[in-house]
């Protein structure tokens, strides 16, 4: 079945460091991923989406690119600012055998960025 | 455009009340889901639904009910509260299709004494 995965945190950065958080997906067809933001005590925010291979999904200084052949979509920003300490979250979309669209969450990364 | 409101956002119970969550959303989208969110643990589908008038299971639907009357509210109830089911609850929409993105709402933040 379909499923993503994406690494462990929490992840600790200096600002203006770069991010890299890794997301992989296993999927029975040809779906669309996705990178949400949770901020403390908020709901999840879409932060990026790309709906077919080697899309790059962007958005506030953040980039995701669609790797088919590696089945991955991590996310990157170049200068992290302490305002972006949140918890990211991978998710991918897919449609199954009677056409109903499933959608398929990560675990979560929280990401924490010292000053 | 309130997107999509969860009320109410906090709650406590004590052990055995019941209680029913509202979701309302004012975009049209068709699918409608209900999560939970425990500390360290990601999201949980509890249940969903794909239309009005009709409703699914997901991945931990035990203890709780669901109702889509109208296509704009998802209702969430807990007939016998029980501490197991202290958490933050979201809710979710969006439209039918694989490039569709999910909407949440701010959440309902409930606890059960």
């Known amino acids: 079945g379909d499923s993503v995965t994406q690494m462990e945190g929490p992840v600790t950065l200096s600002e203006e460091a770069f991010l890299t958080i890794n997301c992989t997906y296993t999927a029975t067809g040809y779906p669309s991923l996705f990178w949400y933001v949770q901020y403390p005590g908020e709901g999840l925010q879409l932060l990026l989406k790309?709906?077919?291979?080697?899309d790059k999904g962007s958005n506030k200084g953040f980039e995701a690119t669609y790797r088919k052949e590696t089945t991955s979509f991590h996310l990157e920003k170049g200068s992290v600012q302490v305002s972006d300490s949140a918890v990211y979250f991978c998710?991918?979309?897919?449609?199954?055998?009677?056409?109903?669209?499933?959608?398929?969450f990560g675990s979560g990364t929280k990401l924490n960025v010292k000053p | 455009n309130a997107g999509v409101t969860q009320t109410p956002k906090f709650r406590v119970l004590k052990t055995g009340q019941s209680m029913t969550l509202l979701c309302a959303q004012d975009?049209?989208?068709?699918?409608m889901y209900w999560y939970r969110q425990d500390p360290g643990m990601g999201l949980r589908l509890i249940h969903y639904s794909v239309g009005e008038g009709t409703t699914a299971k997901g991945e931990v639907p035990d203890g709780y009910n669901v109702s889509r009357l109208k296509k704009q509210n998802f209702l969430l109830g807990l007939e016998s509260a029980a501490p197991s089911q202290t958490s933050v609850y979201f809710c979710?929409?969006?439209?039918?299709?694989?490039?569709?993105?999910?909407?949440f709402g701010d959440g309902t933040r409930l606890s059960i004494l």
């Open positions: 979710a929409s969006r439209f039918r299709g694989i490039v569709q993105p999910q909407h």
């Open positions: 790309a709906t077919k291979a080697d």
């Open positions: 998710a991918l979309s897919d449609q199954n055998w009677n056409n109903f669209n499933k959608f398929y």
């Open positions: 975009m049209n989208h068709e699918y």
